[in-house]
Every structure is written in C-alpha cells, then in structure tokens.
T-cell receptor, first 112, second 116 residues
C-alpha cells in the first residue's frame, strides 16, 4: 500500500517567517495531494490541494509544490501568523482506490 | 448546508461495553469514510462505504469493529467489547457522488471515545 512520510514532526518559527513541510510518497500512480490543517480538538480542514497535472498551486500565503519524478510535495506558508499554529497533515490518494493515506503530521508553532 | 454531523462528540465506556458512533454525511454526499486518530498521531483509514455497501474495509480491525451505511439514516461505526486501546478520536468524512474530484473529503468534528 501507499506509504507517506512527513517531515519535520515539529516546527517552530517566528511570526513573519516562512514554514515548509515536506512529504514523500511511494505509489507513482497517486494523483491527488491535499493538505489539511487541524487545530487542537477540531476536525481536519482542507487548506490546499494539488493534482498531478500541475507542479505548483498558490492561495494567498499558502502554496504547494509537487515533484512527481521524485515523489514528493511540500507545503509552503509565508508570512506566518500565530493563528497558523496547528498540526498540518499531508495526504495522498492511493492509486486505484478511493482512500486518502495521511502523513503523521507536523506540529507548527508560530511564536509572536 | 450543514456539514458532516457526528454524534456523540464524546463517549465514555468501560472495558467490555459497546460503542456506537454515528455519522450523517453532508447533504447530497453518498460516500462515507471513517478514520481513527490516536493521540498525537495521524489519521488512519478504517473503512469506506456507500449506501448499503462496504467498498473498502482494509483498515478495519478484523474483530470487534463493524460499520454500516443503511439506505436510510446515518452511517454507524460499532465497536464491541471495547478495550483501552480503542480510546481515540473517530472521524467521519464524506464526499459527493461521481463524477467528482477524487479524494476531496469533508470531515466531521469527530467522536472522542474514552475507554475506562
């Protein structure tokens, strides 16, 4: 099955700095790569996603890049704010199935 | 348009009891997924259902766990004879019927099970 590795597991940045979280996957047939944000005690919420036919997608301060050859994709948050503090999960749709396989998460802390 | 509704939000059970978790998908959605999240960990896929059909249960433990999504009513995740290791947050997600953006899931707020 699909194996998704996410790094780092924790990340602490100063307000205004950029944060980058990276995920690698194993199934070359995977074609959908979402990122979810989960605040403490809350549900995961989709913040951005990318499909395999593009290499980059941006939405205000958030961007995702995809390298299909190397089988990795990254979340970039610029001008971080304290409210960006949360756990971020990458996910990959397993090829030939309907299920999302999640990384183990990155706890981001933005210090004011 | 109400989101994915899960209940109960919190459930406490003693070892050996049964836990029933319910999920009503978003209006118009016919695909339901259940995920389990242990403290400080990611989301583990359990089962994927459509109305009256289990499509993929590869993540379900072979014993004590079952899921259904009847023609009428919510999807139910049932855990029999609970043990302490079942303590976790159980999230339900739904997606609309195809043709659709494969993989796009909408999550409920979760049901937090505590086994004493």
């Amino acid at each position: 099955g699909e194996n998704v590795e996410q790094h780092p597991s924790t990340l602490s940045v100063q307000e205004g700095d950029s944060a980058v979280i990276k995920c690698t996957y194993s199934d070359s047939a995977s074609n959908y790569f979402p990122w979810y944000k989960q605040e403490l005690g809350k549900r995961p919420q989709l913040i951005i996603d990318i499909r395999s036919n593009v290499g980059e997608k941006k939405d205000q301060r958030i961007a995702v890049t995809l390298n299909k050859t190397a089988k990795h994709f990254s979340l970039h948050i610029t001008e971080t704010q304290p409210e960006d503090s949360a756990v971020y999960f990458c996910a990959v749709i397993q090829g030939g199935s309907e299920k999302l396989v999640f990384g183990k998460g990155t706890k981001l802390t933005v210090n004011p | 348009n109400a989101g994915v509704m899960q209940n109960p939000r919190h459930l406490v059970r003693r070892r050996g009891q049964e836990a029933r978790l319910r999920c009503s998908p978003m209006k118009g959605h016919s695909h339901v997924y259940w995920y389990r999240q242990l403290p400080e960990e990611g989301l583990k896929f359990m089962v994927y259902l459509q109305k009256e059909n289990i499509i993929d249960e590869s993540g379900m433990p072979k014993e004590r766990f079952s899921a259904e999504f009847p023609k009428e009513g919510p999807s139910i995740l049932r855990i029999q004879q609970v043990v302490r290791g079942d303590s976790a947050a159980y999230f339900c997600a739904s997606s609309p019927p195809g043709p659709r953006k494969t993989g796009e899931l909408f999550f409920g707020e979760g049901s937090r099970l505590t086994v004493l």
